[in-house]
Protein backbone atom coordinates (compact mmCIF):
# COMPACT_ATOMS: atom_id res chain seq x y z
CA UNK A 1 0.00 0.00 0.00
CA UNK A 2 1.01 3.32 -0.35
CA UNK A 3 1.87 6.10 2.34
CA UNK A 4 2.14 9.59 2.23
CA UNK A 5 3.81 10.85 5.20
CA UNK A 6 3.31 14.45 6.10
CA UNK A 7 6.28 16.63 7.65
CA UNK A 8 5.21 18.72 10.75
CA UNK A 9 5.88 22.63 10.45
CA UNK A 10 8.66 24.29 11.29
CA UNK A 11 7.80 26.11 14.58
CA UNK A 12 8.60 29.91 12.59
CA UNK A 13 5.52 32.38 12.88
CA UNK A 14 4.41 34.15 10.54
CA UNK A 15 6.08 31.86 7.63
CA UNK A 16 3.80 30.10 5.40
CA UNK A 17 5.23 27.51 3.87
CA UNK A 18 3.59 24.82 1.95
CA UNK A 19 3.46 21.52 3.18
CA UNK A 20 5.46 18.71 1.52
CA UNK A 21 4.05 15.35 0.88
CA UNK A 22 6.23 12.15 0.87
CA UNK A 23 5.21 9.33 -1.49
CA UNK A 24 6.41 5.85 -0.49
CA UNK A 25 5.17 2.61 -2.50
CA UNK A 26 5.07 -0.80 -0.78
CA UNK A 27 6.10 -3.37 -3.32
CA UNK A 28 5.59 -6.21 -1.36
CA UNK A 29 2.76 -7.41 -3.25
CA UNK A 30 4.20 -6.44 -6.66
CA UNK A 31 6.77 -8.82 -6.10
CA UNK A 32 4.45 -11.57 -4.44
CA UNK A 33 2.75 -11.54 -7.58
CA UNK A 34 6.12 -11.68 -9.99
CA UNK A 35 6.85 -14.72 -7.81
CA UNK A 36 3.80 -16.21 -8.86
CA UNK A 37 3.74 -15.61 -12.33
CA UNK A 38 7.43 -17.31 -12.73
CA UNK A 39 5.99 -20.21 -11.07
CA UNK A 40 3.31 -20.22 -12.73
CA UNK A 41 4.79 -20.07 -16.37
CA UNK A 42 7.74 -22.74 -15.08
CA UNK A 43 5.03 -24.85 -14.00
CA UNK A 44 3.02 -24.89 -17.45
CA UNK A 45 5.97 -24.71 -20.01
CA UNK A 46 7.33 -27.98 -21.31
CA UNK A 47 10.37 -28.41 -21.18
CA UNK A 48 11.42 -30.78 -23.48
CA UNK A 49 9.03 -33.07 -25.84
CA UNK A 50 10.31 -36.97 -25.50
CA UNK A 51 11.30 -38.89 -28.94
CA UNK A 52 11.12 -42.14 -29.83
CA UNK A 53 12.86 -43.99 -32.70
CA UNK A 54 11.30 -44.55 -36.25
CA UNK A 55 11.68 -48.35 -36.44
CA UNK A 56 10.46 -49.31 -39.98
CA UNK A 57 9.76 -52.92 -40.69
CA UNK A 58 10.11 -54.51 -43.87
CA UNK A 59 7.67 -55.07 -46.31
CA UNK A 60 6.60 -59.18 -46.49
CA UNK A 61 8.02 -60.84 -49.13
CA UNK A 62 10.87 -62.51 -49.67
CA UNK A 63 14.23 -62.10 -48.31
CA UNK A 64 16.54 -59.85 -49.64
CA UNK A 65 20.25 -60.69 -50.14
CA UNK A 66 23.07 -58.33 -49.21
CA UNK A 67 26.59 -58.63 -50.23
CA UNK A 68 29.20 -60.05 -48.23
CA UNK A 69 31.27 -56.97 -49.27
CA UNK A 70 28.80 -54.33 -47.59
CA UNK A 71 27.98 -55.93 -44.17
CA UNK A 72 29.01 -55.45 -41.20
CA UNK A 73 27.44 -57.75 -37.95
CA UNK A 74 27.74 -56.48 -34.34
CA UNK A 75 26.96 -59.24 -31.48
CA UNK A 76 26.18 -57.59 -28.21
CA UNK A 77 27.65 -58.81 -25.38
CA UNK A 78 27.67 -58.38 -21.97
CA UNK A 79 29.86 -55.70 -19.73
CA UNK A 80 29.72 -52.84 -22.64
CA UNK A 81 31.56 -55.50 -25.40
CA UNK A 82 30.76 -55.68 -29.22
CA UNK A 83 32.03 -58.38 -31.21
CA UNK A 84 31.81 -57.65 -34.39
CA UNK A 85 32.59 -59.00 -38.04
CA UNK A 86 32.45 -57.75 -42.01
CA UNK A 87 30.75 -60.10 -43.86
CA UNK A 88 29.83 -63.64 -43.27
CA UNK A 89 31.31 -65.51 -40.03
CA UNK A 90 32.96 -68.16 -42.02
CA UNK A 91 34.98 -65.57 -44.02
CA UNK A 92 35.54 -63.26 -41.22
CA UNK A 93 37.38 -66.06 -39.47
CA UNK A 94 39.21 -67.23 -42.62
CA UNK A 95 40.60 -63.07 -43.33
CA UNK A 96 40.61 -62.12 -39.93
CA UNK A 97 38.02 -59.45 -40.43
CA UNK A 98 36.39 -59.55 -36.95
CA UNK A 99 37.10 -57.94 -33.29
CA UNK A 100 35.86 -56.86 -29.56
CA UNK A 101 34.98 -53.45 -29.07
CA UNK A 102 32.74 -51.22 -26.42
CA UNK A 103 30.99 -48.00 -27.02
CA UNK A 104 34.11 -45.36 -26.57
CA UNK A 105 33.86 -42.43 -29.05
CA UNK A 106 37.69 -42.73 -30.43
CA UNK A 107 37.51 -46.63 -31.10
CA UNK A 108 34.36 -47.84 -30.41
CA UNK A 109 31.91 -48.91 -32.52
CA UNK A 110 30.96 -46.20 -34.13
CA UNK A 111 34.47 -45.91 -35.67
CA UNK A 112 34.07 -49.54 -36.88
CA UNK A 113 30.50 -48.79 -38.84
CA UNK A 114 33.03 -45.20 -39.93
CA UNK A 115 35.60 -47.19 -41.33
CA UNK A 116 33.26 -49.63 -42.87
CA UNK A 117 31.60 -46.81 -45.22
CA UNK A 118 34.94 -45.24 -46.14
CA UNK A 119 36.00 -48.31 -47.36
CA UNK A 120 32.84 -48.96 -49.21
CA UNK A 121 33.22 -44.89 -50.47
CA UNK A 122 36.11 -46.11 -51.75
CA UNK A 123 35.31 -48.93 -53.93
CA UNK A 124 32.74 -46.16 -55.85
CA UNK A 125 30.01 -47.85 -53.71
CA UNK A 126 27.44 -45.28 -51.61
CA UNK A 127 28.81 -45.92 -48.27
CA UNK A 128 26.13 -44.79 -46.11
CA UNK A 129 23.53 -46.31 -48.42
CA UNK A 130 25.04 -49.99 -49.28
CA UNK A 131 26.08 -50.81 -45.50
CA UNK A 132 23.72 -53.31 -43.99
CA UNK A 133 23.88 -53.21 -40.41
CA UNK A 134 22.62 -56.51 -38.70
CA UNK A 135 22.56 -56.06 -34.80
CA UNK A 136 22.11 -59.31 -32.96
CA UNK A 137 21.98 -59.09 -28.94
CA UNK A 138 22.66 -62.20 -26.74
CA UNK A 139 20.61 -62.84 -23.83
CA UNK A 140 22.77 -61.34 -21.09
CA UNK A 141 23.41 -58.32 -23.43
CA UNK A 142 21.66 -55.17 -21.82
CA UNK A 143 18.91 -53.18 -23.13
CA UNK A 144 21.15 -49.96 -22.70
CA UNK A 145 23.44 -51.74 -25.53
CA UNK A 146 20.74 -51.59 -28.02
CA UNK A 147 19.66 -48.75 -27.79
CA UNK A 148 23.89 -47.56 -27.83
CA UNK A 149 24.06 -49.08 -31.31
CA UNK A 150 20.95 -47.69 -32.21
CA UNK A 151 22.23 -44.36 -31.81
CA UNK A 152 25.18 -44.86 -33.53
CA UNK A 153 23.22 -45.92 -36.58
CA UNK A 154 21.67 -42.92 -36.11
CA UNK A 155 24.71 -40.45 -35.63
CA UNK A 156 26.63 -42.25 -38.38
CA UNK A 157 23.41 -42.52 -40.98
CA UNK A 158 23.40 -45.75 -41.59
CA UNK A 159 20.64 -46.48 -44.00
CA UNK A 160 19.96 -50.54 -43.99
CA UNK A 161 19.90 -51.91 -40.74
CA UNK A 162 18.28 -54.57 -38.53
CA UNK A 163 17.92 -56.49 -35.05
CA UNK A 164 17.76 -59.77 -35.44
CA UNK A 165 18.01 -62.83 -33.19
CA UNK A 166 21.47 -64.81 -33.32
CA UNK A 167 21.61 -68.12 -34.51
CA UNK A 168 22.84 -71.10 -31.91
CA UNK A 169 25.66 -72.22 -33.74
CA UNK A 170 26.93 -68.74 -34.94
CA UNK A 171 26.55 -68.18 -31.05
CA UNK A 172 29.10 -70.37 -29.90
CA UNK A 173 31.62 -70.02 -32.47
CA UNK A 174 31.63 -66.31 -31.48
CA UNK A 175 32.29 -67.03 -27.50
CA UNK A 176 34.56 -69.25 -28.56
CA UNK A 177 36.40 -66.46 -30.16
CA UNK A 178 35.75 -63.80 -27.40
CA UNK A 179 37.26 -66.03 -25.00
CA UNK A 180 40.61 -67.79 -26.00
Known amino acids: MAEINMAANSGRAGVRRSKKLSTRVDLTPMVDLGFLLITFFIFTTTMSEPK ?49 T ?34 KPLDNSAYKNVIDVLDEVMINGVGTYALMDIDPTEKETILKLVKP
Open 52 to 100: ATKLIMPADGPPSESGESSSLTAVLLDEDKVFYYHGSLEEAQKNGTYGT
Open 102 to 135: NFSYANGLGQVIREKQTLLNSRKQNGRKDLVFMI
